[in-house]
């Protein structure tokens, strides 16, 4: 009987993925079309670094001190790599993150690795 791994291969079996907003600032409106702007930077690099992308539509909320509970629209764009594709790529993925909070008035912008959240603050 055949292997497995010989049949499929070895897999990409680590995760990243980047949580895109829909909004400039907390609770803001995405008047310029950022948020469809760095989708389609996120999904051009990731492909380029990973071999593909993987994009679905979400909902986010947090709470926030002066708002309340804000929700907004989010993209998220997943690329599944190998376990040097992890080491390779994270600085690159952490340095997509601070540029799009920056671009679009966020705190922070939501990278994932493997299970894990991480929150990339603004370049």
Known sequence: MANIVDIIGAGLNHRF???????????GQDIDGKSNKWTRIAQEQFSNWFGGATTSQGEGAWMSESEGLVTEKVVTVNGHT??????????????????????????????????????????
């Open 82 to 123: 190998n376990a040097d594709g992890i080491k390779d790529r994270i600085r690159d993925v952490a340095g997509l993150a601070q540029e799009i909070a920056a671009d679009m008035g966020q705190e922070a912008v939501t990278i994932i690795v493997d299970n894990s959240m991480h929150f990339i603050e603004a370049a």
């Open 17 to 27: 993925g980047i949580i895109i907003p829909s909004t400039q600032g907390v609770a």
